[in-house]
């Protein structure tokens, strides 16, 4: 499907993953927000927010404008995120974080006035790495705020067409952790009703598997595809000649959880895998690439069971 605009929303992975209790409509109106922002700048300023896009975009239509921008301006100024990560020791650090720092309306203006709250400048501004970005015109048209969280969610791994993460993990993230009792609610009510619309809508669309301990859901296995791609059919072991040359990288990364991922640092990911290819090329120096390659993969699971 076709954007329906240029204009790109770019945020910092932690603030993808952040839990964030926001409606349908306020999703929109932070996304508007965001997409108007220029990411190289190093402070934020006030942004008018155009109460007739707000009104075309969100579906929400009032007679009394005034009425409606206080209301859209009180409801970001209670918004707070809570934002997760690791420090460089692995221990976990949690953040609470007031979305916006003012809002301002005045009768007959056709425009809200909107300004960041400078704690979420490493989230939005000055993004070197682990960020992700997609237009808004696929992102502004969802019509669930679960659609919305997901296809950002695949958006932060479609690099490396895989998205792995705990059940619990995406409860979280979406808003749900005391809804859905059981799996089976969860997979018809949000994931599949979230697949149909992804795929209708955006870019993108998925498929996935669940990794179970027994007969409960522990973790879901995201596979992201472009346009009409689909999750290829391993060949079979008789058709095969030699094993295929492999992204070491992309398919260690694939099968860890998001949160082991957010653990990780590119410097101490470098360094495992350096190890890990050390080790390959000395135990089999004269074997071909891809058995190089595969050698080394498993080294790499190995070494990181050992750090657990």
């Keep these: ?8 929303i770019v945020k910092a992975n932690r603030l993808v993953q952040a839990k964030m209790p926001l409606s349908r409509v306020e999703h929109r109106i932070v996304g508007m927000l965001i997409s108007q922002l220029d990411r ?21 239509f009032s007679n009394n404008l005034y009425n409606l921008a206080e209301g859209i301006c009180k409801s970001l100024l209670e918004k707070k995120l809570e934002v997760k990560k690791y420090d460089k020791n692995g221990k976990r650090e949690y953040r609470g974080i007031s979305l916006m720092d003012e809002c301002r309306y005045k009768e ?42 997901i296809y950002e969610l695949l958006k932060m791994r479609e690099d490396i067409s895989i998205l792995r ?7 979280d993230i979406l808003g749900v952790t005391d809804s859905y009792e059981y799996f089976s609610q969860l997979k018809a009510h949000v994931i599949e ?5 992804i795929r209708e809508k955006t870019d993108i669309h998925f498929t996935y598997d669940v990794e179970r301990e027994g007969r409960t859901a522990k973790r879901i296995k995201f596979f992201i595809h472009q346009g009409e791609e689909e999750r290829p059919e391993k060949p079979k072991m008789e058709d095969r000649t030699e094993a295929p040359n492999i992204d070491v990288m ?21 360094k495992l895998h350096e190890r890990a290819a050390q080790q390959a090329e000395q135990e089999v120096p004269n074997r071909s690439k891809s058995v190089k390659q595969s050698v080394t993969l498993q080294r790499m699971k190995t070494l990181w069971d050992n750090l657990q």
């Design 1 to 8: 499907m076709e954007s329906v605009s240029g204009e790109m």
């Design 40 to 60: 190289d700048d190093k402070e934020f300023s006030f942004q008018r927010l155009y109460i007739k896009d707000l009104m075309d975009q969100s579906g929400v």
């Design 108 to 149: 007959d203006d056709a425009y809200i006035r909107a300004k960041f709250n400078d704690s979420m400048e490493p989230f939005l501004l000055q993004l070197k790495k682990r960020f992700t970005m997609y237009e808004a015109g696929y992102f502004l048209p969802l019509g669930s705020k679960h659609s919305m969280r």
């Design 165 to 171: 993460m705990t059940v619990e993990e995406l409860r």
């Design 193 to 197: 009703n979230t697949r149909k619309e």
């Design 250 to 270: 992309d398919v260690f990364l694939s099968d860890l959880t998001q949160e082991q991922i957010d653990a990780l640092s590119q410097e101490r990911l470098d």
